[in-house]
């Protein structure tokens, strides 16, 4: 493949709500580049973009797939991302690499969740961007309402760049504002097309919107309001100089309607890609910190190569691949560069161009463009790699928290060391799917963004790692406390020949505040207790803690005394005290009014005004507080307190109640007395379970 300067190279990533038609638009824009001969399925798995056993399968994007095409002498990087949520980690990975982002919109359904989801995120990178409406083939289609609630949600300065004249089956033909005339596309789905001239109502109608085109790009630039206003208009070449800035400053945001499916319309957003879009250029200086962990500044013409890897994928035929994208400098096969995440060397061996699963072997990546790199010893999804001679670290994403989680459950012993590689591998290709081994509970919990993201990730186990496991409900780590004071008189004893044991512990226990832990003192004055048996009644307290007595849950928030006892000068040890500490502590907070605690969680939920009532009605029945309702981008942002019992699968629940047009986040708040009948109903649990054990 030639080498592209950064001016023509035109990174961009197709984000959007799930069947808003991303993949098949990648399809289209293939097609008219003449990078395939034909449109790609989703149902007959032959598309470039999901070429994954797990896309496959299910006929969704899962993973952010690379393609690269020319059109009119410049280079397109193409990212198709998942509209899944479950799957964000791949939007946000390609939108850090983009120059501006193409938001795709069914155009059968408007705006949705996922359109609102992305939006925001293209506003955390500070991207341009382009609305493209997909689907005016389908039955229904109503353009202009589309339009309005893209302006309600997005401003007013969403401007269409393209009409469609014959919405609906069949649909082919266009009015193109730009070119202030109709277009006519081929049937065959070839993405040709001829023009013509508007007449009628149309020509008014485009007359109408050339005209507030105008005005939107000389707003972008002063030079061009000041001749605006001389001459009344802008000529066809100043108005087109003009367009590349408006775009970058977002003064409008141009928006395209197509069809993927049949190849309409597609074409001339090409075209404006190629001539207006965003190039690397836009961005000749990006914010990265240096070895010092200062903030500096990177140079898209600064000899010394600096690039970010947002994607890292292990392939059984090519082993793993490291996505990245040029910041500054280039990279050729061969080379040494730094990671300054892990600190250290990597050799590059091969490097290729990407498309799709179609490797080209490189041996040079240049300045702001996109390559893959195989099998790097140690760099993962958000690594920086530079200069042995610079070391510095570009910004890594902020991905969201999991949302859903479950506990892991081996279908077959023998296969923990398996599992474990399977676990780190996964996670370092995907940094939203998260494990950790959980002391409390003593069980491993998976977390991701979804119910669709654990089932992948069990698939890619068992495929990839030949490890079969299930997700069970994950224990909730309640706590256990006390609610007054109260103390206790132990003596061990045990003569059975030989050596014996003896212990005597008079320990008296109150409650603490909450998250005060656990406090551990001794009082004792005379010499009834040797002071070295001291420690081993606070190991027994410990012990009886960590174990709990209600029902197996960690113990907190109370102050222990030992303030007296009896030893036996030869039958006294570590040992004894430790048994008659633990049982002294555990008779003691038997009588001082025990409860349970349970974790409460803050919940934020992003819903369409129209589902509020449903949901707080549904976070009241899961004992949920409502902290209160604010509006956010179109949207209605709940706030709640929920005990974390509760949330179980929640994300599933509440995309049921919406029809997936919700999406919510948790975080540990804090720890609450429990109500009493739920708590013996745990307690109750717990005991069964442990008979059930033995």
Not at 40 to 61: C, F, L, M, N, P
Not at 461 to 470: M, P
Not at 569 to 582: E, L, M, N, T, Y
Not at 593 to 615: A, F, H, M, S, W
Request: net charge negative; charged share 25%.
């Amino acid at each position: 493949m030639k080498q592209y300067a950064p001016k023509d190279i035109r990174n961009f990533a197709i984000v959007g709500h799930q069947a808003s038609g991303k993949t098949m638009l990648v399809e289209s824009m293939l097609r008219c580049a003449g990078r395939t001969n034909r449109l790609g399925s989703i149902e007959a798995g032959s598309t470039v973009s999901d070429y994954h056993v797990s896309e496959k399968q299910r006929k969704i994007s899962v993973h952010a797939s690379i393609m690269n095409a020319e059109w009119m002498d410049k280079k397109l990087n193409i990212l198709d991302t998942p509209g899944y949520l479950d799957f964000i980690s791949e939007a946000l990975g390609a939108l850090r690499v983009g120059d501006f982002a193409m938001v795709t919109v069914n155009a059968s359904a408007g705006p949705e969740m996922g359109t609102s989801k992305v939006w925001e995120f293209a506003d955390r990178f500070e991207l341009p961007r382009v609305i493209v409406v997909n689907g005016a083939d389908k039955e229904h289609v109503d353009f202009d309402l589309v339009l309005e609630s893209l302006r309600e949600r997005f401003g007013r300065n969403v401007f269409p760049m393209t009409l469609p004249l014959d919405a609906g089956p069949g649909f082919h033909r266009v009015l193109d504002v730009l070119r202030n005339g109709e277009c006519v596309y081929a049937k065959d789905a070839s993405g040709k097309f001829t023009e013509k001239p508007v007449s009628g109502e149309d020509a008014e109608r485009v007359k109408e919107l050339h005209r507030e085109l105008i005005e939107f790009v000389a707003e972008s630039d002063d030079t061009l309001l000041e001749k605006f206003f001389d001459e009344g208009t802008l000529s066809e070449e100043t108005m087109r100089a003009g367009i590349h800035t408006a775009v970058q400053t977002q003064a409008f945001i141009p928006l395209f309607v197509t069809s993927a499916e049949t190849n309409v319309g597609v074409a001339r957003l090409l075209d404006f890609v190629a001539k207006y879009g965003s190039s690397p250029v836009d961005r000749k200086k990006v914010p990265a910190f240096d070895e010092s962990g200062n903030e500096t500044l990177i140079a898209l013409d600064d000899p010394e190569p600096a690039c970010y890897v947002f994607k890292t994928l292990s392939e059984a035929h090519v082993g793993e691949l490291s996505f990245f994208r040029m910041y500054s400098g280039s990279i050729k096969a061969g080379i040494d560069v730094y990671n300054s995440d892990r600190r250290i060397n990597e050799r590059l061996g091969q490097i290729f161009h990407v498309n799709g699963h179609e490797r080209t072997s490189a041996d040079f990546v240049g300045p702001g463009d996109i390559g893959a790199a195989v099998k790097l010893r140690d760099t993962h999804t958000g690594n920086t790699l530079s200069s042995v001679k610079r070391h510095v670290t570009l910004p890594p994403v902020a991905y969201p928290k999991p949302n859903i989680h479950g506990a892991l459950r081996l279908k077959a012993k023998g296969d923990e060391d398996r599992l474990g590689a399977g676990l780190s591998t996964l996670h370092e290709e995907d940094p939203t799917f998260l494990y950790r081994n959980d002391p409390e509970t003593r069980e491993t919990v998976l977390s991701g963004q979804g119910e669709l993201h654990l089932a992948i990730i069990l698939e890619r186990l068992k495929r990839r790692f030949n490890v079969d496991v299930e997700l069970v409900e994950p224990r909730v780590p309640f706590r256990e406390t006390i609610k007054k004071k109260a103390d206790s008189k132990y003596r061990h004893k045990k003569q059975s020949g030989g050596a014996g044991q003896f212990a005597e512990v008079w320990m008296r226990i109150e409650p603490l505040a909450r998250d005060s832990g656990v406090e551990f003192t001794n009082s004792l004055v005379g010499q009834n207790v040797d002071r070295v048996f001291v420690p081993s009644v606070e190991k027994g307290v410990n012990a009886a803690c960590n174990e709990g007595v209600l029902a197996g849950y960690r113990i907190v928030d109370l102050k222990v005394d030992f303030y007296d006892g009896k030893m036996h000068p030869v039958d006294s040890k570590d040992v004894a005290f430790q048994i008659a500490g633990k049982a002294a502590f555990r008779e003691a907070f038997l009588a001082a009014k025990p409860c349970l605690l349970e974790p409460i969680c803050n919940v934020t939920i992003r819903v369409p005004e129209n589902y509020v009532g449903d949901v707080m009605g549904d976070i009241s029945s899961r004992r949920g507080r409502i902290q209160g309702v604010d509006a956010e981008s179109g949207l209605q942002v709940i706030s709640a307190q929920v005990p974390q019992v509760e949330l179980y699968r929640y994300s599933t629940a509440l995309r049921s109640i919406t029809g997936g047009q919700g999406v919510h986040e948790e975080a540990f708040s804090h720890y609450e007395e429990m109500d009493s009948v739920l708590e013996q109903k745990v307690i109750a649990e717990a005991k069964a379970a442990k008979e059930a054990s033995h």
